[in-house]
């Protein structure tokens, strides 16, 4: 009896100050949202009580300073862009190294994982050297082109662990039944590795989402910079108008915080089969 | 049959890694083997449009460069403070998460949502918070002192905000692997143990950490990896100042290449960052296997 109060206190005391600690994590987004919508007065006064009218005035000003509404049209053509090739190419390449026999197959597979051991960091320079020859400056799919390349090592990998467990008999039995190989690989084989598809896609779409290095480098034209860009730009030009700041931060934010609440289960379970994997 | 279906198809099966191939040379391979490698050893400048062989000499420039040092010696710093603090931070997090306690995925979800906001936008909030709440914390405690601290004006409190930052987007990703890691830790060793008198503190020196060490090894490689790719956060936090004692090696190729055009000098230090992370990775996961427990 005494120790099942104990541990029940326990239950209560260890939850609370756990939760209270993630509640602290969080402090941080909840701040800047909240603060979005005040005047610069009103953050000046009391960071912490809450907005006493809905200010809106912030995300209109903001909008109109970051060119919002053409830079998120740019960052979703690219992230968009960026997962479906990104998906169709890992896809393929893993379906083929998951059939080909012996040799070849380890082979392929070291080669892609073995890339991820290349940061984005030691070739930018090169990349924007390239970027300029190959005159991929300023456009969508330059950008798209260098995400699905560095995105294929990560692809491939998880594509190639997952389609393991697809039983080949399935296979043998599509083809008995005069599919060719074309056929298994996109109407059998793909509808079974939709988890892996679902988080794949998720995770290239939130990381070309995030990216700024590469956009930074390859793209200069204004009507063509992403968000990241846009908002480190608006940052070094109105250094104390936070107001508007965070209220840019917040509509650039928005896109990831309804993808984290659908699909945290894809997010975590990707992102820990690539790490456990490498 | 299958045998011989799977035959007939091996070149359709080659032909599916070509696309994949190409994008790979595109983007890695080409930049890396036949840009980065060869540009090294030019003399090379975009703006000043000269382009001359002159073999290892930017390597040895690169010995004596205080720049590059101190970037050098700066990611190492902060590459062992986030390192250390993170793994530290997510294991607390995840081995209170994974005792019986309420709510375990709400506060799951609430520790690790920091990990999927890009570096820009975290370096932003952290900039904010630094220049807009903390001053106010300070001051409404009485620590006028401390309110007073001037936080991207000196190099070791600058330090402190990009650490700041990186630990509160990194330590949820490995919180989520340190959780994975201790529910495969099998309950009936555990129960052995706490039969046999470990408990508490001592449950977790003994038999936890142990039983985690491949966790552990994952989660240093993916953290160090992490910290010598650290890019976005300095950047937008001090942009490398103050008088660029905040710079990573990557914001200190970025600036060579960037701005002073030195393409063939910031190759070469390109190719000194390419070689460190390899040897970390490689001697970091020697130094970690053998002491994995085996079962």
Redesign the interface.
Known sequence: MKAMGK?KR???I??T???L???L??M??F??VM?AFKSNRE??LS?LSFPKTLYLHNFQEAMRLMNFWVSFRNTAVIAVGTVF?SV???Y??A???S???GK?SDG?YL??VL?Q??????????????ATKFHMNNTFWGLI??H???N??FG?MTYTGFLKSVP?ELE?AA??DGCN??QI?TRIVLPLVKPTTMTVSVLYF?WS?????LPS?MIGDSGLRPL?VN??MF?NTSGTE?NY??AG?TL??IP?FI??ILA?KY??SG??SG??K? | MSSAFYKKNTRFYLALLIPAFCLYCLALIGPLFFGTVPSSFYDWNIIKAKRNFTGFENFAELIHDKQFLTSLFFTLKLGVVTVTLNNIIAFAISYFLNENVFAKGFTRSMFFMPNTIGGIMVAFIWCFLFTNVLPKIFSAAGLESMASISWFGSGSMAFITIVAAAVWTGSGFLMVLYLAGLQNISADILEAGEIDGCTGFKKVILLQLPLLMPTITINLFVSIAGAFKSFDIPYAMTGGGPAGVTNTIALNIYKDAFSTYNMGYACAKSVVLFFIVMAITCIQLRFTRKKEVQL
Do not use: C, D
């Not at chain 1, 051991?117 to 390239?130: D, R």
């Not at chain 1, 989402?209 to 290095?213: I, R």
């Open positions: 541990r326990r239950y209560w260890q939850g100050l756990v939760f600690a993630g509640i994590f969080m941080p987004v701040l800047i603060n953050i000046m960071f090739l169709i190419v890992s393929m390449a379906y083929g190294i059939h080909l026999r070849f392929f080669f892609f890339g051991l290349v940061s984005i960091h030691t070739v930018m320079v090169y990349i924007s050297v390239m082109l260098i699905g390349g560095f294929s090592a491939v080949r043998e083809a008995i190989a074309f690989m939130l989402w995030n990216e700024f290095l480098i990241t908002l480190n940052k936070w700041l965070i931060l650039t934010l990831i993808i984290y945290q997010i975590t992102m820990m790490a456990v490498s």
